[in-house]
């Protein structure tokens, strides 16, 4: 079975992001996603199905396909700029964060002011990667409260809730911001692995 036969149908309404889907399929092929362990291809996926399914057009719906494309895809902007075009190209670079920064905090509020800087459609499609982001986080914490503790997980969650205030703060996107604080919100009425439904009434 080819790589076209296996794409979501929802592609079939955008050209652009199809061709895109395609691309992406060999660059991330291979990987794998912490959560779940799927391949990781079905985030960028989940992503391009956000921005369809709240009316985004064809080159940002593509542009979501492709913002993992530089960090995880090992592509060249130029690459993605002759295949797909400047307006895609500038999206995904301008979602892409800069390598050369060791610290994660520092790194993740270098691409915050990034994307509020380029702002337009950028803002959405990083929305739609927050709200699949924090999903496969909440998955994984369902099972392993702990992760939400740990200093990595604490410097993610910070990382998604500054997100958020920018993205409010633009007032951008606003179905797909709204779903980000309920996701980010959910995560708090997680209980402990194996806590009873007596004892979350009694957290709560």
Known sequence: MGVAARLPTFFEAFPLARAAAQYAWGLHEGQRRESDEAPFILHPFEVAFLLAN???PDAVVAAGVLHEALEDGEAEVAEVCARFGLEIAGMVHALSEDPAIES????????????????????TVEAADKV?????????????????????????????????????????????????????????????????????????
């Open 132 to 204: 699949a982001k924090v999903g496969e986080l909440r998955m994984r914490a369902h099972d392993d409260r702990r992760l939400l503790t740990a200093p990595e997980g604490q410097l993610k969650l910070e990382h998604y809730w500054a997100t958020l205030e920018m993205l409010e703060a633009r007032g951008a996107a606003p179905p797909l911001t709204r779903q980000l604080r309920f996701e980010l919100e959910a995560l708090g009425l997680l209980p402990p692995k194996g806590a009873a439904t007596g004892e979350l009434a009694r957290m709560q």
């Open 54 to 56: 709240t009316g985004c």
């Open 104 to 123: 994660f905090a520092d790194r993740k509020a270098e691409l915050r002011r990034r994307i509020d800087r380029f702002g337009g459609w950028a803002l």
